[in-house]
C-alpha cells in the first residue's frame, strides 16, 4: 500500500492505515464502518461544547449565507469579530484588554512573541528580546512557537530555530530566578501553560505562578498564559489563569473558542503592552492574518461561548474532573498506574514502567475509547457536555486495557 495524499500531522509520513471519523454528536464519535467511540479527549483538547451540536451548525451557515468572509486589515471590520473580540476582552483575567485574531494556537503564540518584542521596542528598550519558555510547555509548531518548545523532539530536525530563546526546567523556580539575575534587561517576556497539557499533564506546582509573575514585574518583563488548552472552560473557569488567581500581560487562545468547529485562535492584549503599542497615532503594526477576524469562525465562536453560558458548561468541571481523578487513583490504587495528575477536566494517567501507552490506547480504541498516549501518560480530556455515565465507561474501559497490559 502506498501512504495517501493526505500527508498528516504528527504522524509517519510512511504510514498507510488510518481511521476515518465521519460523524460525530455530543461526547460520541463513529467511523466509516459505524462503530461509535467515546471521546475522551475532545478531539484535540477543545470539542467542550460536543459535537454536532445544531446550534453551530446554524449560526455558520446563516453566517456564511450573509458574509462568509471578508479581511480585517485596515480600515476594514465585521460585526461577529467586533462582538467576539469585547466578548473575550469582558471576561479575561488581564488589565485593559484588547483581543488580536488569529487562525490557530500556533500563530497566536507567535503573535505574542512579537508583540512582546515589538512593545518593548516601542517603549525604547530593543534590547529585550530574550523570550523564557519551560520545559514540557509546547506552544505550536511555527518558528516562534518550535522555538520556544519545551518538548525536544518537536524541535528536532528543522534546522535554525529563531534566536533569543532561553529554556528553564518547567518546576525549577530557582533556575527562572537565575535566569532573570543573569539576563532581566534583556528579557522581553515569560511564556507559560497554567497547566502544560500536551507535554504530559502537568499542573503548576502551587504558588510557581505567582512567583513567575513577581519575578515578571521585578525585572519589567511581560508575563504570557498560553491558554490554547486551558481556555474557554476547561479549568472551571474562562480562562485557567483566573482559576490559578494569575493575571498575565497577555492569553494565547484557540481550541475551544469554537470547539473546533472552525479555525480560530488569538491573543488577549493587556494594558502593558498595549500602551506602547498606541502611543504614536502614526504607528502601524505590520502584523496580522489574512484570516484575522474571519466572520465565519467568530460566528462559530460566539455560538460556542453562549452554549457553555446557557448550559453552564463550566459548572459541569468539578463534576467530570472529580469524578475522572477519583476513577484514575482508583486505578493507581490497583497497582494499574504510576502516577495521576491534573486539574479541571483534563487529567493525565501515568502507565507503570514497561507498559507503552500507545499500546494501551490502541486497545481502548477496540474498547470504543478514544484517549492520547504522551509518552508513558494517557492523556483525558472529554467534552464538557459528558455524562456521569460515559466518564464511568471511559474509566472501566481504561481499566480493562490496563490489567491486560
Not at 45 to 54: A, F, S
Not at 382 to 394: F, K, S
Request: charged share 20%.
Amino acid at each position: 500500500m502506498t501512504p495517501p495524499a493526505f500527508l498528516h500531522p504528527f504522524a509517519p509520513p510512511a504510514a498507510t492505515s488510518y481511521l476515518s471519523i465521519v460523524r460525530g454528536e455530543r461526547s460520541t464519535v463513529w467511523d466509516d464502518q459505524g462503530r461509535p467511540y467515546l471521546d475522551a479527549m475532545a478531539s484535540l483538547w477543545y470539542c467542550n461544547v460536543g459535537h454536532g451540536r445544531q446550534e453551530v451548525a446554524d449560526a455558520i451557515a446563516a453566517q456564511a449565507a450573509t458574509l462568509a468572509g471578508y479581511h480585517c486589515f485596515a480600515p476594514f471590520t465585521n460585526p461577529p469579530a467586533d462582538v467576539l473580540s469585547a466578548r473575550i476582552a469582558a471576561v479575561a483575567p488581564v488589565d485593559d484588554p484588547r483581543v488580536a485574531l488569529t487562525c490557530s494556537g500556533s500563530e497566536s503564540v507567535d503573535t505574542a512573541i512579537k508583540l512582546a518584542r515589538m512593545a518593548h521596542e516601542r517603549a525604547g528598550q530593543p534590547e529585550r528580546d530574550m523570550i523564557v519558555s519551560r520545559s514540557s510547555g509546547y506552544h505550536g509548531v511555527t518558528y516562534g512557537g518550535t522555538s520556544a518548545q519545551g518538548i525536544p523532539p518537536n524541535r528536532e530536525g528543522f534546522g535554525p530555530l529563531v534566536p533569543g530563546f532561553v529554556q528553564v526546567p518547567h518546576h525549577d523556580l530557582a533556575a527562572l530566578e537565575a535566569v532573570f539575575a543573569e539576563h532581566g534587561p534583556r528579557i522581553a517576556a515569560v511564556i507559560t501553560e497554567p497547566l502544560q497539557a500536551a507535554g504530559g499533564v502537568f499542573p503548576a506546582q502551587p504558588g510557581y505562578l505567582a512567583a513567575v509573575r513577581a519575578l515578571c514585574d521585578a525585572h519589567g518583563a511581560f508575563l504570557i498564559a498560553d491558554e490554547v488548552v486551558c481556555g474557554f472552560g476547561r479549568l472551571g473557569t474562562w480562562f485557567g489563569s483566573e482559576h490559578l488567581g494569575l493575571r498575565p500581560d497577555m492569553i494565547t487562545f484557540a481550541k475551544a473558542v469554537t470547539s473546533g468547529y472552525v479555525p480560530l485562535g488569538g491573543v488577549v492584549v493587556g494594558k502593558a503592552v498595549r500602551e506602547p503599542l498606541e502611543a504614536d497615532a502614526t504607528f502601524l503594526l505590520r502584523h496580522g492574518h489574512t484570516y484575522s477576524g474571519h466572520p465565519l469562525a467568530c460566528a462559530a465562536a460566539l455560538a460556542c461561548l453562549d452554549l457553555t453560558e446557557s448550559e453552564d458548561l463550566m459548572a459541569a468541571v468539578p463534576r467530570i474532573g472529580g469524578r475522572l481523578e477519583a476513577g484514575l487513583r482508583a486505578l493507581q490504587h490497583r497497582g494499574l498506574l504510576r502516577e495521576v495528575r491534573g486539574d479541571g477536566a483534563v487529567w493525565g494517567a501515568v502507565v507503570p514502567d514497561g507498559v507503552q501507552a500507545a499500546k494501551v490506547r490502541d486497545r481502548l480504541l477496540t474498547l470504543g475509547v478514544i484517549v492520547r498516549p504522551i509518552n508513558d501518560v494517557l492523556a483525558v480530556c472529554p467534552p464538557l457536555v459528558m455524562t456521569d455515565a460515559e466518564v464511568d465507561q471511559v474509566l472501566d474501559a481504561m481499566g480493562t486495557a490496563l490489567a491486560e497490559a
